[in-house]
Structure formats: structure tokens, C-alpha cells
């Protein structure tokens, strides 16, 4: 199959982030999987009006992120359960960075200590590429699917760079949501989605308040969403990084229920 054939083929949620959302994109569980997620990550850069150091450089981390899934998350009818997700996010210094993470359903790493030095040796050059262009800012973690229904259970595997935002760009991630009330309420929807529908929403002294997933509760007060859970984890970013925040929850609950907390 061309590259052009196999994108063809392939629909999700719209690549569309100027507002804030995450791009995602069904991954095929063959040899042109690594050709699909290049071409559709080297067509909407362009589209965002973001500047990325190295646009080379991206496409060879979406390829070898790609691969990695076909070889050591796909099983032996081809069947991987891939997706690819895009999105922008603050890195806590000031600055934004732009997101890649691919999705499979495989979970054996989760039993693994979270440290990316082993999988470099097991999983060998492709991560290793990463690991330089990065600058060592990638890794995984537990997470949800975004296209399946049901949500499927799985781990991501991302890296970050740092994007330039042009005039155009800046300023546009979730211009809309600052209501504290209407945050948390997108917020419980996007976690729906991702199929962590046990979360209600409830008025503390005047704050909207979520909880209902074990002993997880988020607020969202002066733009900013905070957290905490029963084993002590807290949290807080801001109300324009709700794709983050959303990801950061999913992660949290799916942890805990691994731990047979709820």
C-alpha cells in the first residue's frame, strides 16, 4: 500500500489543535504504519502555523514511535489497536511544546519499573533516536484509547519538543473555557470519553468539584485545575492545558485501578 493509499484510508478525530485539542489518528497494524503516521504528522504542522526545530527530525521520531508498535506491540493477526495522538502543552518553564504519543494496547510494560533506560536496551535504536532529538523528554505510561468503543486499556509512549508559536497560533488553546464551572464540566466530558465515567460533579463552598473514581478529586479555581488522590498525589495545570490534565487523570486512574484501589 502507498503512503498516499494508506492515509486515505484512515479517519479519527480531526487534526485540528488551534483551540487546544488532541489530534488522533487509527494506526494500521502493518509495514505502512510507520508511512501513515509521517505523512499525517508532516501535514499538519504546516496547517497549526507551528514552527518545530526540525521538522525531519519529527518525522523520524513519529516513524520510529511507528514501529516500535508494529514490532513490539502488534500481534500476530496484525491487530494492534494503534492510535496516534497529537497535541500542544505548556512544559512548566514557560514555554509550549508540542506532543506525539502512540498508543497500543499492549500492557506488559506496566509491570516493568517506569524507567526509560530499560527500555532503550530492550526496545534498542528506535528509542534511542528519540532519546537524542529529545534530549531525553520522552517516555510512557498507563492510558485509555481515544478512538475505540469501548475506550481499550494501554500505555502510551510519547516525546516532546519545543514549538515556536506564531502569530497566528498564539494565544488560541481553550480561549473559551475559563469559567471554572464550564472547565470542569468539559473536562468530565472529555474523561467520559475515554471511558472513566464514575466521576460526579458537585458544589464545595462555592468550587466545582469532581470526584467518584476512587479517591481522585479535581477542582478547577483561578483557571487552574488541582488534584488529589488517596495516596498522596497532587497535581495543577492550567485551565488551557485540559488535554494534558486529561491525560495526566486517565494515567492516574488507570494506576490505581492496576492497584485494585477501587
Same mark, same amino acid.
Given at each position: ?17 488551534? @483551540? ?47 514501529? @516500535? ?23 512548566? $518553564?514557560?514555554? +509550549? !511544546?508540542? %506532543? ?7 500492557? !506488559? ?12 536496551? !530492550? ?22 484509547? $481515544? ?67 476512587? +479517591?481522585?478529586? %479535581? ?11 488517596? &495516596? ?13 490534565? &486529561? !491525560? ?15
Amino acid at each position: 500500500m502507498t503512503e498516499t493509499a494508506a492515509v486515505h484510508g484512515m479517519r479519527g478525530i480531526p487534526w485540528r489543535l488551534e @483551540n487546544g485539542g488532541c489530534a488522533a489518528l487509527p494506526l494500521p497494524g502493518d509495514e505502512s504504519i510507520a508511512p501513515v503516521a509521517r505523512t499525517q504528522v508532516a501535514s499538519l504542522l504546516p496547517a497549526l502555523g507551528l514552527s518545530v526545530q526540525d521538522v525531519d527530525d519529527v518525522a523520524l521520531m513519529v516513524s520510529e514511535l511507528a514501529t @516500535n508498535v508494529l514490532q513490539h506491540a502488534t500481534s500476530r493477526d496484525g491487530l494492534s489497536g494503534a492510535e496516534l495522538w497529537v497535541y500542544q502543552r505548556a512544559d512548566g $518553564r514557560g514555554h +509550549d !511544546e508540542l %506532543v506525539v504519543k502512540a498508543f497500543d494496547t499492549l500492557r !506488559e510494560w506496566r509491570a516493568r519499573p517506569d524507567d526509560p533506560g530499560e527500555m532503550l536496551v !530492550e526496545h534498542g535504536r528506535g528509542l534511542e533516536i528519540i532519546d537524542i532529538l529529545t534530549k531525553g523528554r520522552w517516555g510512557h505510561h498507563p492510558s485509555r484509547s $481515544r478512538l475505540g468503543s469501548p475506550p481499550a486499556r494501554g500505555k502510551a509512549t510519547w516525546f516532546a519538543l519545543p514549538i515556536a508559536r506564531t502569530r497566528i497560533a498564539r494565544g488560541r488553546r481553550h480561549d473559551g473555557v475559563a469559567d471554572g464551572r464550564q472547565a470542569m464540566r468539559v473536562l468530565r466530558s472529555l474523561l467520559v470519553q475515554r471511558g472513566l465515567d464514575r466521576l460526579s460533579l458537585r458544589d464545595e463552598r462555592g468550587v466545582c468539584v469532581m470526584s467518584g473514581h476512587g +479517591d481522585l478529586a %479535581v477542582r478547577c479555581e483561578d483557571a487552574t485545575f488541582r488534584w488529589r488522590t488517596r &495516596c498522596g498525589g497532587t497535581g495543577e495545570l492550567p485551565v488551557t492545558d485540559i488535554t494534558e490534565v &486529561c !491525560e495526566r487523570l486517565v494515567e492516574i486512574c488507570e494506576s490505581m485501578d492496576d492497584l485494585h484501589v477501587v
